[in-house]
């Protein structure tokens, strides 16, 4: 197992290597060589040819196909995306993996070549939840299984597709709420620092954080929220605002889309000064977050949000579907709390 | 004898690497030689062969235009969200909006004669702007569902995005070769100043040719819209850099003056089949950018190199 990643590994250093040796060339004569730049190419494909033969001798008849939203982008992606490749690997299935770099059109574009490729499973993680829908319309003609990985689509689509597999967004705001409940003891006032709106997974730990302290804490308030769009200097800025707004004793609690945005909050709160009476929980936890659990005490509670099991949960719902079995439409993996008492379970998260 | 096939092969090796590549995948994959696999080439590539049909009119005058992918994503919103007012009156307006950011790029360049790269620069930032502003940093999602019907419809085996591909090409080729606007945009590429002192009117022609690249971005943003029925802020980043690819690719000369609509059509399927064929032999997300990158790289070297031996 996982022969296929080495040899795509060693491929790559090798065709690093034709590379650099193709540019000193040019170097010490002054001029690319057209034939060792075509020898290069002709080599590199090859072995790229090579490494899919191999793959495809290595395993059963059943191809996952899967078209990610932007690999590389951010660790959490990039580990989803090795990870995804293991479990194939470890499952025993040939994959086509492809990356839609952050564009919807081109991931419209890749879902239509994995149905031409005929693989027996689609894995969209949708670059956009509304853009694909009329695609999936295609594929669903073709009789094709799709599963969206972790973040949903549009509501108009879900006829379309056989299911979903990835984090709970509603139940990580839910959790959040309540270990806020418990570090405010039940009774205080709440300001949110939201992910970006409009997108699915900031509305929903938004809307489960809402819902469960209406349902359950009457003695908390949301008493603001506020977009950083995801992004840490923007909570600061929100945050900065906030406590201008808000004295001391105003607010207690800090609820946020996930500790990247966490730890921009807590830099507002140390510069202003007030850490003492502030308590934040935050939807995920990112490595940032991990130290700043363990060496301050503004944050009180995250959520452990694994690529890793997230992408080994995905791939084997999809065999299920590739298999043609049923599956449940919506397929959550484990995001446990994580608090100061058990964070010493968990290791530093590498994403 | 022997020249002449040397020279057609100088002159048209774009159509050269088009056959190699098309053996080349037909051999490394089992679907690619299929009637459904060219089909699906014809619709993807026709969204960026519509915008280098503009893309190569600015190019033969020695300009540049960064700014269509942003007009094209800004075109895709406008016309989802003017839906309510119906199919025909949205798909104007949005035509309309790519002809006047294309105009006011053709001003600021010909009458300010201020470079196009830096125009375009800047109309491609304020476009995005604009988008934002426009859709509210949320996707707009379309209720008209016959608007979407319109990409998927077939005429025959081809897809009508590609028909319109096709058409505007033609139309664009004719113009290039047989009016004296086409005629004139080889001029002013090849020596503005000569082309001045002939008599042409220079800045209409320039000006013309802005709106026809915004234009095109427009009629490329409708289509976009119709293919995913919602316009989201995430298209088009990167869109401009591949029409400018695939116009060099065919052999235009980005200093103007020399090249036509063919060779860029031999750009736009070169890079649509080296993207559809990538795809379908399973090559490694990075590798697949890299050897991308080597494939276009050398492309333009041995284009570069048959240019030389040429003059």
Not at chain 1, 69 to 94: I, M, P, W
Not at chain 1, 156 to 173: M, R
Not at chain 1, 287 to 310: H, K, N
Request: aromatic content about 8%; proline content about 2%.
């Amino acid at each position: 197992m996982g022969g296929g990643i080495k040899l795509n590994i060693e491929v790559s250093y090798l065709l690093e290597n034709l590379l650099a040796w193709s540019i000193i060339s040019k170097n010490m004569r002054g001029q690319i060589e057209l034939k060792k730049l075509i020898i290069v190419l002709a080599l590199s494909l090859i072995l790229v040819a090579a490494s899919g033969l191999v793959l495809a001798q290595e395993n059963a008849d059943i191809v996952i196909g899967m078209t990610a939203n932007n690999t590389g982008v951010d660790s959490y992606q990039t580990l989803h995306d090795q990870a995804f490749r293991e479990k194939c690997d470890e499952l025993g299935v040939e994959y086509n993996i492809l990356d839609a770099r952050g564009e919807p059109m081109r991931q419209v574009n890749q879902i239509q070549d994995l149905m031409t490729k005929g693989v027996d499973v689609i894995v969209v993680w949708p670059v956009s939840g509304q853009a694909i829908v009329p695609v999936l319309r295609q594929v669903q003609q073709e009789g094709i299984p799709v599963l969206i990985a972790n973040s949903k689509i549009h509501e108009s689509g879900f006829e379309l597709v056989k299911g979903f597999a990835g984090p709970d967004n509603i139940t990580q705001g839910v959790y959040a709420a309540q270990m806020m409940a418990e570090a405010l003891g039940g009774e205080g006032k709440i300001v949110e620092v939201m992910g970006t709106p409009g997108y699915i997974t900031a509305e929903e730990r938004s809307a489960g954080f809402h819902q469960e302290i209406e349902a359950n804490y009457p003695g908390l308030e949301i008493i603001e929220t506020q977009p950083a769009n995801w992004n840490r200097e923007k909570s600061q800025e929100v945050m900065e605002n906030y406590l201008t707004k808000y004295d001391e004793g105003e607010i207690d609690g800090v609820y946020v889309g996930d500790d990247n945005m966490g730890v921009g909050a807590i830099n507002a709160i140390k510069s202003a000064g007030r850490g003492s009476n502030l308590k934040m929980t935050s939807a995920t936890m990112f490595a940032d977050g991990y130290d700043e659990m363990i060496a301050g005490d503004i944050l009180y509670g995250t959520l452990y949000q694994s690529p890793i099991d997230d992408a080994n949960y995905t791939a084997e719902i999809a065999l299920k579907l590739a298999k043609g079995e049923e599956v449940d439409f919506f397929n959550y993996f484990e995001t446990p709390k994580v608090t100061d008492e058990n964070i010493d379970e968990y290791e530093r998260p590498v994403w | 004898m022997k020249n002449r096939i040397l020279k057609l092969i100088k002159e048209q090796s774009i159509w050269i690497i088009l056959i190699f590549s098309l053996i080349f995948f037909g051999i490394m994959t089992a679907n690619f030689f299929s009637f459904r696999n060219f089909q699906n080439i014809l619709l993807q590539t026709s969204i960026n062969g519509i915008m280098a049909i503009g893309m190569t009119y600015v190019i033969l005058n020695g300009n540049i235009d960064l700014s269509i992918g942003m007009i094209y994503a800004l075109c895709a919103a406008v016309v989802i969200g003017f839906q309510s007012l119906g199919i025909v009156p949205s798909v104007l307006i949005a035509l309309a909006v790519g002809l006047i950011i294309g105009a006011i790029n053709g001003i600021f360049v010909a009458k300010a004669e201020i470079n196009a790269f830096i125009v375009t620069l800047a109309a491609m930032i304020g476009v995005k702007g604009l988008l934002f502003v426009y859709t509210g940093e949320r996707a707009i999602i379309g209720t008209n569902l016959n608007f979407t019907y319109l990409a998927s419809i077939r005429i025959g085996f081809m897809p009508l995005p590609a028909i319109i591909f096709i058409v505007l090409l033609i139309i664009g080729e004719y113009i290039l070769r047989n009016t004296s606007h086409g005629r004139n945009a080889y001029a002013i590429g090849g020596n503005q100043d000569a082309a001045e002192k002939a008599g042409i009117d220079v800045k209409k022609h320039i000006i013309i040719n802005f709106m026809l690249s915004g234009g095109m971005a427009a009629i490329a943003g409708i289509i976009a819209a119709s293919r995913m029925n919602t316009a989201t802020t995430t298209l088009g980043r990167m869109d401009h850099l591949w029409v400018i690819i695939a116009v060099v690719l065919g052999g235009t000369n980005l200093n103007g003056g020399y090249g036509s609509l063919i060779r860029t059509l031999g750009g736009i399927l070169v890079i649509g089949i080296l993207n559809n064929g990538l795809n379908l032999m399973n090559v490694h997300t990075f590798y697949n950018m890299l050897i991308m990158g080597i494939i276009l790289i050398l492309v333009i070297y041995i284009g570069k190199k048959f240019e030389v031996t040429k003059s």
